[in-house]
């Protein structure tokens, strides 16, 4: 079965510090892999895109990393600000036969920033 | 989020009760999609359209019908609710043009059943 796991589950930081969020899965075959915010009470905002060709993406403060032969992506925060407080979302796009764009979402994981 | 509007922004209901809650995209794509997001659990499609006379279900579509009234309206409706219905609904739309294929969320329809 297709699956997207997100570690930690939550996380607290002071603001200004940085912090790096995982996401492992085991989708097969893998299309793309796609990090969302989403902050409470409002839809997820896709961060970053990353096909199987790219490793790393950067916007802005989050920098994303992927490595399709261990199947691990990580979202590195640098320099966090109040504002980063939301869940994050790891969704892993399936490349298959009938199912071809199918999204697997992790879990989240829940972002705290106290100043 | 203006772009991809959903009504109403909040629901309570009944057991038994039919609801509908109606998304709108400005976007011009004709994909759409709703899931339904859970707590500690990833948002499960329910049903997709790629085209005003494309529906297709998800992976969780009992107890759900959809209806796909134009390119840029794509409602849901629960025929007879029920208390694990409960949970954030979301309408979802994507161009369909590109192998990426993005998708823009709506902020979402909190829905308790009682």
């Known amino acids: 079965k297709n699956q997207v796991e997100q570690s930690p589950q939550s996380l607290i930081i002071l603001e200004g510090k940085n912090c790096t969020l995982q996401?492992?899965?085991?989708?097969?075959?893998?299309?793309?892999l796609r990090w969302y915010k989403q902050d409470t009470g409002r839809g997820p905002v896709s961060l970053t895109i990353?096909?199987?060709?790219?490793n790393t993406k950067s916007n802005g403060r989050y920098t994303a990393t992927l490595d399709a032969d261990t199947k691990q992506s990580s979202l590195h925060i640098t320099a966090s600000q109040l504002s980063d407080s939301a869940s994050y979302i790891c969704v892993v796009s399936f490349a298959g036969g009938t199912s071809y764009g199918k999204l697997t979402f992790g879990q989240g994981t829940i972002l705290t920033v106290h100043p | 989020d203006a772009d991809v509007t959903q009504t109403p922004r909040n629901r309570i209901t009944k057991t038994g009760k039919r609801i509908m809650l109606e998304c709108s995209q400005t976007k011009g794509h004709d994909r759409m999609y709703w899931y339904r997001q859970d707590p500690g659990l990833g948002l499960r499609l329910i049903y997709y359209?790629?085209?005003?006379?494309?529906?297709n279900k998800g992976e969780i579509s009992d107890g759900y019908s959809v209806s796909r009234q134009a390119q840029a309206k794509f409602s849901l409706s629960l025929e007879s609710a029920i208390p694990n219905q409960t949970a954030l609904y979301f309408c979802?739309?994507?161009?369909?043009?590109?192998?990426?294929?993005?998708?823009?969320f709506g902020p979402g329809t909190r829905l308790t059943v009682l």
């Open positions: 979802a739309t994507s161009a369909g043009t590109s192998g990426i294929d993005e998708q823009f």
């Open positions: 996401c492992n899965y085991t989708v097969s075959p893998f299309s793309n």
């Open positions: 359209s790629f085209d005003v006379k494309d529906i």
């Open positions: 990353m096909t199987f060709s790219e």
